[in-house]
């Protein structure tokens, strides 16, 4: 046993020169991470499939800034990616081409075609109106006019020559018998000779046979016209924008695709010649998003690899979407309203993405996986990927992709996806684990002080001075929770500095000092600590029964940690022990009704056999033995009161009475030595306070494992209480020690022939047992008798 000294929980820094935080740069890497940094590093640099990263940690600890810087710097060395395009399919609209281009190119190409637009409308409608077009147009028009009447002619001679005239109407051709030059009426023709009548008939079909061959060649006359009108339109058209075409195609000689895709629309162009001449309203734009470029993801700006953060990465935010616009009630689309998705700007780079995030969004990660595993994607609207829609809509060509997606995550969700996603294994294959803590030394303290430096620099707060500096520490050790620790937990420690800064300017300081870090941690801590003042305040009225004085019998303070979401704390619990003659054993009134976690079960069993190995091992035990937290209504979980529990149970067999002016806490094995338990500041601040609240005695204090020493991060007003022999803390290895100090007498020794020394703690306690079996034997004795004189009287 142990009792500390303010030395031995005091915190020191060696600050050197630093004076303030005026004087430092604030420039620093990333500080406590070297095993983040050089797994980071490895995924970074290998560019085979399936070395995705994921990184893990707490949050608060710089995940996301040490990821962002350490990518980009990495990125600026690669290769900037190329752009990629949509472009009209001028045979099939529902299926939009790809393209990529070199960085710059799409935006090049966008603004020329947009340009070659306007440039070819206006070339095509000049030459249309040059006077060379109007005169090679007529002489065709004449042409074809003079080609017809001869046709006309030839007929009407023929059909003279049949006894027939033929005249040609917007109708169509009619033909009547003509005898003498004079038409003969329909209704004449049946008053005349057979003869004549006969002559007429047979007249007439040979002029059928000559009209129909005369209208099959009107027909011809009439194609070849317009073919060649429309090929005079094209030649005529193809002269005017060949030199504009000729421009473009020069400029991307190298790149076949372009080179298709001008000549796709120099066809198409020729094919709408008559729209392109036409002065309807629109029409020109029509045609800029007709041969337009949808400009999907632009590189032009970029100096090396894309690093892309998507914050909410909802299906299509991560895989692209295409959008509608409704006209009369009708959803129309086209390939200019194609939208990326994350993926698609990190195509070449690295995407980074909250883990937490993506698996709340529906069917994301499934997406995303799919991306990775065929490294391209599709662009389409998750109805359409899920087979729930009909709508006949867009499918773009599927672009091939290739990029490195970084995982931003807790632990918990890692081990999820790790253990139930076959795929995510074969994917992630590096797993950046980031530490929430690092040595406290020399370098790791001037790292931090730097660290503090960039922060103050970064949102312009007051510069912070030795004193203050001290006190940051001393929050990052405390926040560590262990004294050869620094917490890299920067998130909360650059809120701490905020609300300190904000402190010393309300105080019109020119620096933050100790006293303004203080303020800050104090008011920061009030603003959660409502819980907690409404327990101590129950404590102190005496509603929660737990003495700080005096002594009891089977009676121990035992600590108890609560720990809400954005608070922890400790508070004093009353454990009591009772015991009786009856089935040996030690029975758990939180396990018997319910309210005993598995760990806290395990702890009373571990006692039952700590017991039984130290005092029955000479003799059987016959002692029933109840233990209960009084007063507490919720599952009791852990461990760490087993020792407070075990000194209970001391206390109730040995009849010694136990302290009441001392808390207990820490766990115990099987062999009576006591383990170290978790958050010990907060018992022990916990216990000072209600003490505090009474009125310090001297007497009072708290024993802890001491295997938990360095784990004791203490406020400023504990410590001055130990310095002035106020509050005490000891530390213990094994269950004899805190006895000795709860019960009052020595622990006693055990003896060769069986037993303790005489008088000692384990004495009373094994002579209480004996005489428990004793009293039990007797007992057992006379029901047995009596029992045997009630068969014999029966007889």
Partial sequence: MKELAFEDLELGFNLGKIESTKAICGECGFVGQSRADEALRTALQVTSQGYHVYVSGPAGTGRRTFVRTAVRAFAEKLPVPHDLVYVNNFEDHLHPNFMALLPGQGRSLKLDMNNLVTEAAEAIRRTFDSEEYSRRRSQLEEEYLKEKKQLWEELREKARSLGFDVQVTQAGIVSFPVIEDKPIPPDAIEHLPEETKKRIEENGTKLKIL?????????????EFKRRLRDLDRYVAMFAVGNIFAELEKKYSKNSEILDFLNAVKNDMLDNLEQLRSEETGIIEYFKQRYGVNLLVDNSGLIGAPVVEEFHPTYSNLLGKIEYYARQGVLHTDFTMIRPGAVHKANGGFLILDATELLKQPHAWEGLKRVLVSQQARIENLEVALGISNLHTLRPEPIPLSFKVILIGPEWVYELMYVHDEEFRKLFGVK????????????????????????VQEEELLPFDKSGLEEVLKYSVRLSGDRRKLSTRFGIVRRLLVESSHQAKADNADTV???HVLEAVKKAERRVDLYEEKLREALIRGELMVETEGKRTGQVNGLTVLELPDHTFGVPVRITAKTFLGKPGVIDIQREADLSGKIHSKAVMTLDAYLNWKYGRWEPIS?????????????????????AETLALLSAVSGLPARQDIAITGSINQHGEVQPVGGVTQKVEGFFRLCAERGLTGTQGVIIPSKNTDHLILKDEVLEAVREDKFHIWTVDTVDEAAELVLGQKAGRELKKGGFSKGSINDLVYKALKRARELSEEAGKKRSEKKGGRSRGKK
């Fill in 211 to 223: 009209l129909d061959g005369s209208l099959t060649k009107s027909r011809f006359i009439d194609r």
């Fill in 432 to 455: 950046v684990p980031f530490d929430w803590s690092m040595e406290l030394n020399e370098d790791n303290v001037v790292d931090f002080v730097n660290v503090v430096a960039s922060i």
């Fill in 513 to 515: 000092s100790a006293k």
């Fill in 623 to 643: 002692l029933t033995a109840t233990l209960s937290f009084e007063q507490v209504y919720s599952v009791v979980e852990g461990d760490s009161a087993s020792l």
